[in-house]
């Protein structure tokens, strides 16, 4: 008796494509998902999650994978029931919670909308295209306010008005000079992805300049030290790996002729950010917040305090008391060694074959690395972490390390998904 025909579809169908890149733009550019009070972003995300499903079960070994996706769900919950007991942390447990599930789920549908290395690139391109988007929409609000005369900060605080998130802004001596979305922190992981592997992902030279300008432009514009370090690191780290070829030394001389000729406006704006009035402030707000974050950790260093918990007479927003600046040790605070560990291995398990440091390649992947260190570092300076956009930046870097699968390969539809919980096989079989 013969086996029963097996198949290997390399893309998910057009409408589970098309749901996926909308959901994804619709991450980048609306902070909250929502506007006027509509929550567009859950009106994509339940039946992406539920088409999710549909691609899951068709996977080898779909009721262990199915097992674990329900396993890591109801461990999570372990962190839910103190918070639930505590008058101070009940009404920001579930919201947590699903800050947390949002953004575990998000990671699985990025892994099972890339099995190959074309829907691969068109993710990565689709973040690229979407983050440039937002750039531009930045610029387009600073130009605004320059014509109107309205400052900066009424404008974003417009912004946050139509989209339910209060977006960071400010004015300095009536002059705008800081834009900041959650998104930014995802321009250095697109900066390196258009200038290292620009010709890979087949985008013009002339389009991936000007894409360039506007992540370059945007990070300015968020005044955020971490980001502007992060995309300049960014930048000469793809930079060392593009192809040594005439539109590589055009960037590195457009970006020296900009630099030299914007020099005096470059240094007015580093020397403002970095004045020791406005970087005393900041970094003394950390240190208040690392302080008393140290001592909310070590008053239940092993399981935490449970989602959404916060230290009660230091509360630094006051639409998410859980949200800090710091929130690497935050989340310490809420979930403990224990809890923290469980989510290092569920990293370890969703990269660990993404990642694949062969001959040839090694030079490529410890680059996606340092990235993926870049982007968690991020977590010492906004709460980026877990919320449910995080899961792009994650994916993304995902991607990107499974670009270099075709490096010298003769195929360009090998996969590399993988059973939950087992790592990533070179080949998904499916059920016919």
């Not at 929550?39 to 097992?67: C, D, M, W």
């Not at 290292?196 to 013009?204: C, E, F, M, P, S």
């Not at 000729?261 to 005393?280: C, G, K, N, P, W």
Request: glycine share 6%; with cysteine.
């Amino acid at each position: 008796m013969t086996a029963p025909a097996m198949h290997m579809p390399t893309e998910s169908s057009s409408f589970g494509r098309k749901l996926f890149a909308l959901y994804i733009f619709i991450s980048v550019i609306l902070p909250g998902g929502s506007i006027l009070g509509i929550n567009v972003k859950i009106l994509t995300f339940v039946p992406l999650t539920l088409y999710g499903i549909q691609l899951l079960s068709r996977q080898r070994e779909a009721i262990s994978q199915v097992f674990f996706a329900l396993m890591v769900a109801a461990v999570a919950s372990f962190w839910l029931i103190p918070s639930l007991m505590n008058p101070f942390y009940d009404i920001w447990g579930f919201p947590q919670y699903k800050d947390v599930l949002t953004t575990l789920l998000g990671c699985l549908l990025v892994r099972l909308f890339t099995l190959d290395m074309v829907s691969r690139e068109k993710f990565i391109r689709l973040c690229i295209y979407a983050v440039a988007f937002g750039s531009f929409l930045k610029v387009l609000l600073f130009l605004y306010s320059i014509k109107s005369g309205v400052s900066i900060s009424d404008v974003i605080q417009r912004v946050s008005h139509v989209t339910g998130v209060v977006l960071m802004s400010v004015d300095i001596d009536g002059a705008g000079i800081r834009i900041q979305f959650p998104s930014d922190n995802v321009i250095p992981i697109c900066v390196f992805a258009i200038t290292a592997l620009r010709k890979r992902l087949r985008i013009g030279a002339l389009s991936s300049f000007l894409i360039v300008a506007l992540f370059v432009t945007s990070s300015l514009f968020t005044f955020s030290r971490f980001i502007w370090v992060s995309t300049l690191f960014a930048f000469f780290l793809g930079m060392l790996l593009a192809e040594k070829d005439r539109m590589r030394w055009v960037y590195l001389g457009v970006a020296g002729a900009v630099t030299l000729y914007f020099i005096s406006m470059i240094t007015d704006l580093i020397e403002l950010r970095f004045a020791s009035s406005l970087a005393t402030a900041s970094d003394q707000v950390r240190a208040w917040q690392i302080a008393k974050l140290k001592e909310f950790f070590w008053q239940a260093p092993l399981f935490g305090h449970g989602m959404g918990s916060y230290p009660i007479h230091f509360k630094r927003s006051e639409e998410v008391f859980y949200a800090y600046e710091v929130q690497v040790l935050a989340l310490f605070g809420e979930f403990g060694l224990v809890g923290m560990g469980l989510f290092v291995l569920l990293m370890v398990n969703y990269y660990r074959k993404a990642f694949s440091f062969s001959a040839g390649t090694s030079k490529y992947q410890f680059a996606i690395f340092l990235l993926l260190l870049n982007y968690l570092a991020a977590g010492f300076f906004n709460p980026c972490l877990l919320v449910s956009f995080s899961a792009v930046s994650y994916g993304l870097i995902f991607a990107l390390a499974g670009m270099h699968r075709t490096e010298g390969s003769s195929s360009s539809k090998a996969t590399f998904a993988e059973p939950l919980g087992r790592g990533f096989p070179d080949q998904t079989v499916y059920a016919r």
